[in-house]
């Protein structure tokens, strides 16, 4: 395998290098924004206070699936187009949406407790992100686990399109499941209908969660375009010692 | 199971508390990369480990 | 004509090297069977309780000896390098999985489905549904042979084995084990979901049937090349 062709990558880092200070300072000033508007919201005749966990929890569920639907599209340009920035799009995703999708677990069950008193209920929606969240683990057991990136970065494209392919699969199934087994109650993570006054923070922090997401994966691929260079350079320097010997 | 304001409240502060940790975790990780692995590069330019874009021809 | 008679050769010699002793039929009915008999110990010996729990006991033991023998459908042949010879043939490589496929489930699956009544016994699963249940099983273990599939491939090409193919593949098959006990106890408490939930179980099988091969060779190529 020859030293990577690294033109395009160069480009790219010199445009994350301009673009990322200004994303990240737009990133805050939203987060700011949001969080004003999601500690000032009213209380859910229902759900009392506990519903400005809802602001942490749906943009989380959110970013988990923008997540994966990222790491498919940089699956395909890894099989079908074989270019290097897919490889490290799709790396550079999967840490971050397993992130969030932990974070969409952890504030549902914090959700869960006075809303419903349990830690954990195998509702649809925390069934489904559980399951989500095992992919995201496969998928990152197979990026981080690979001696060669390229090839670690083809097998985990697959992993990711066959799980793009199942995850309806698994939506469905994990919905028709919960009803089967449901009693008359319906516990839905959704709540009630959902007001203006609070769908406005919901938004802003929907958005400013996003933003977070892009800064991140930038400085993230990024990070990964340096870590190759520096494979690359390695693999370099130990064919220089091997024909530099007599 | 109707928790007193306070109680509440515990729910709401551990959730934001959370996530703060996590998302700060994820800047670490990106900032700390990143200075680890500008390191390991300015260490092998000087070593005069380059790319071959950056040799000179010939 | 000649495609169907490679086929041939090579799903009977896959089946061959399974029936030997140390080939995967007899270990994973043997699996099976210690699962089986695990659960006992562990939830207690009420009959009530084994018969209600008993064709999720039977699914779930099914699923887990199948993933213990997913992994020799590739790595032993990874091992001596028949594989290479296999993917530079000139049999297409998702009909060469298939087969292999196709192989691993009659030899390794089917076992599995005929022991089943035999550990239902043990169980307190009425007899008369158990012939729904086998069927239920019958429906979906070709499901889990070609989910499997993918999983196998992509953890011989990386070369880490058993415990990451289970990770890979165990969320995978969620729907199969949802419908596949759905239609075992609709077996025998509602008939009338059954024939839904079965229908279902056809479906996914079909699915994996068609994605598996495709999946599995895809990650072959990318990852041995």
Redesign the interface.
């Known amino acids: 395998m020859a030293?990577i062709d690294?033109?395009n990558p160069t480009r790219f880092l010199r445009f994350v290098e301009r673009v990322l200070p200004w994303l990240a300072l737009l990133t805050l000033l939203v987060f700011a924004i949001g969080l004003y508007r999601a500690v000032n919201a009213p209380d859910d005749y229902q759900q009392?206070?506990?519903v400005?966990?809802m602001f942490?929890?749906v943009p989380?569920a959110w970013l988990g699936m923008l997540g994966w639907a990222l790491m498919s599209i940089a699956a395909l340009g890894t099989?079908v187009w074989r270019h290097p920035l897919a490889d490290v799009a799709g790396k550079a995703a999967a840490?971050?949406g397993a992130?969030f999708t932990?974070?969409c677990l952890?504030?549902g069950s914090?959700?869960g407790?006075?809303t419903?008193?349990t830690y954990w209920v195998w509702d649809a929606r925390l069934t489904s992100v559980l399951?989500l969240f095992?992919?995201y683990?496969?998928v990152l057991?197979?990026y981080w686990?690979?001696e060669d990136p390229g090839?670690?970065a083809?097998?985990a494209?697959?992993?990711t399109?066959?799980?793009a392919?199942?995850l309806p699969?698994?939506k469905?199934?994990?919905d028709?499941?919960n009803t089967?087994h449901q009693p008359a109650s319906i516990l839905r993570m959704g709540g009630s209908a959902i007001d203006s006054s609070i769908l406005w923070p919901l938004l802003i922090m929907a958005l400013a969660f996003t933003l977070?997401f892009f800064t991140?994966h930038l400085?993230?691929m990024?990070?990964e375009i340096?870590?190759r260079?520096?494979r690359?350079?390695?693999l370099?320097?130990a064919q220089?010692f091997a024909e530099a010997r007599p | 199971m109707t928790m007193s304001f306070a109680q509440e409240a515990g729910f709401i502060v551990a959730a934001y508390a959370i996530t703060a940790f996590v998302v700060a975790a994820l800047i670490a990780w990106v900032v700390l990369d990143h200075s680890a692995q500008r390191r390991i590069l300015d260490d092998l330019a000087e070593r005069g480990v380059s790319r071959r874009s950056q040799r000179s021809e010939g | 004509m000649q495609l169907m008679t490679a086929f041939a050769a090579l799903m009977l010699r896959d089946m061959r090297l399974a029936v030997r002793v140390g080939g995967g039929a007899l270990m994973g009915a043997l699996f099976f069977l210690v699962v089986v008999v695990m659960v006992p110990f562990a939830v207690g010996p009420d009959l009530k309780l084994l018969a209600h729990i008993g064709p999720a006991i039977l699914w779930l033991g099914a699923l887990l000896a199948s993933l213990l023998t997913l992994d020799r459908i590739f790595a032993l042949d990874h091992d001596d390098g028949s594989l290479d010879v296999l993917m530079t043939a000139s049999l297409p490589l998702e009909v060469t999985v298939t087969a292999k496929a196709v192989a691993h489930w009659l030899t390794t699956e089917l076992p599995l489905v005929v022991i089943a009544p035999l550990l239902g016994l043990m169980l307190n699963i009425e007899p008369r549904a158990m012939a729904s249940l086998v069927l239920t099983l019958l429906a979906g273990t070709p499901a889990l042979t070609f989910i499997g599939l993918i999983g196998a491939a992509l953890s011989v090409a990386l070369r880490r084995g058993g415990l990451l193919l289970a990770v890979l593949v165990l969320p995978l098959t969620i729907p199969v084990l949802i419908f596949g006990v759905a239609a075992a106890e609709a077996a025998m408490a509602e008939p009338g979901r059954f024939a839904a939930a079965i229908t279902v179980l056809c479906a996914l099988s079909l699915i994996s049937f068609v994605i598996g091969p495709f999946a599995a060779a895809a990650a072959l190529r990318y990852g041995l090349e």
């Open positions: 030293v690294l033109a009392g206070a506990t400005k966990i942490l929890h989380a099989l840490p971050i992130a932990l974070i952890i504030t914090l959700w407790r006075p419903w008193g399951v095992l992919l683990l496969g057991a197979l686990t690979a090839r670690g083809r097998a494209a697959v992993l399109l066959v799980g392919i199942n699969i698994i469905f199934s994990v028709w499941w089967l977070l991140l400085a993230a990024r990070n340096l870590r260079r520096v690359a350079l390695r370099m320097q220089q």
